[in-house]
């Protein structure tokens, strides 16, 4: 059996600093503009998707900045696009 040496106390601030750093990543992402969060992606990514897939994927997240273009790609293969 392993032994906790956090208290409860330091777990529980632990837990609200993870939650805490977590938001504050998210709230960075909202803050790129499209060709950066399309930067993030590999070189083989961009490559499968292709030119065209990834203007209008660029075109998705003007307009909608929690998009990740990944899951932009999804959407539009799910429609057919």
């Known amino acids: ?7 409860k106390k330091n777990h529980d601030f632990a837990n609200t600093m993870s939650n805490h750093l977590n938001l504050n990543i998210g709230n960075l992402y909202l803050t790129l503009r499209p060709d950066e969060k399309i930067n ?11 030119e065209f897939s990834l203007s209008i994927i660029r ?10 273009p990944l899951n932009a790609l999804k959407m539009m293969e799910e429609t057919g696009a």
Not at 1 to 7: D, K, P, Q
Not at 40 to 50: F, K, M, N, S
């Open 59 to 68: 075109d998705a997240l003007k307009e909608f900045s929690d998009l990740h």
């Open 40 to 50: 993030q992606l590999t070189a083989e990514q961009r490559e499968l998707i292709g």
């Open 1 to 7: 059996m392993t032994s906790n040496t956090f208290s």
